[in-house]
């Protein structure tokens, strides 16, 4: 079975400074790994997905993502925070194999970028 | 280009009633899902649909719920005798094609509220 897991809760972090966002997972094959963005009431929009190659994605906003196989791990990354980018943030996962499948996604983590 | 699009986007409605909800895909995405998302949890899996075809169902998907795509274009997902627990915020999205990679559209959700 696929499991995601976001072990954060919540991250704070200061303008200006670094963030990430942690995910590992859990899937029988090989995984293919998504980062989507929510904001209040909103619907999820798609940052990155890890499917092959390089791993270390670059997606929307400028963010990134690291998939790091051996820890079963694949966190959300960006050099410097913005205000802006608070708001929910959700891992999913689905398996290689799953043509096309469904995601399964994490519980998310809601960052918060003071100024 | 036009996103994936849900109506209502908000419905109150009382215990015991019936409530319909319309997902409109992004053009010529053969592939929509259903997920449902309450507060501080991440979106969970009810069903997608391969054009016509449902192919997949989640145990969440109780006898109440039913989900159809009769075109291979737009879907409707209604809950029947609504309860408490139905309220949740219900979100569709869409893919093109059956690769694994492909990535997953949502839309804006459509909210319900059961009194």
């Known amino acids: 079975a696929q499991s995601v897991a976001q072990p954060e809760d919540q991250v704070n972090v200061a303008e200006g400074n670094p963030l990430t966002v942690k995910c590992t997972y859990s899937v029988s094959g090989n995984p293919y790994l998504f980062w989507y963005v929510q904001y209040p009431n909103r619907g999820l929009q798609f940052l990155l997905k890890y499917i092959t190659g390089d791993n270390l994605v670059k997606g929307s906003y400028g963010f990134e993502a690291e998939f790091n196989k051996s820890q079963t791990s694949f966190h959300l990354k960006k050099p410097s925070a913005l205000v802006s980018d608070s708001a929910l943030y959700f891992c999913?996962?689905?398996?290689?194999?799953?043509?096309?499948?469904?995601?399964?996604f994490g519980q998310g983590t809601e960052l918060s970028v003071k100024p | 280009d036009t996103g994936v699009s849900q109506d209502p986007r908000h419905k109150i409605t009382k215990r015991g009633q019936n409530v319909t909800f319309r997902c409109d895909p992004i053009s010529e995405h053969n592939r929509l899902y259903w997920y449902r998302q309450t507060l501080g949890q991440g979106p969970e899996f009810l069903t997608y649909f391969q054009n016509e075809a449902q192919l997949e169902k989640s145990r969440l998907l109780s006898d109440r719920f039913s989900a159809e795509r009769p075109k291979g274009s737009f879907s409707t997902l209604e809950i029947q005798r609504t309860e408490q627990g139905d309220s949740a915020m219900y979100l569709c999205?869409?893919?093109?094609?059956?690769?694994?990679?492909?990535?997953?559209?949502f839309g804006e959700g459509s909210w319900l509220t059961v009194v």
């Open positions: 999913a996962v689905r398996d290689a194999a799953n043509q096309g499948g469904k995601l399964i």
């Open positions: 999205a869409s893919s093109l094609g059956r690769l694994s990679g492909n990535t997953i559209y």
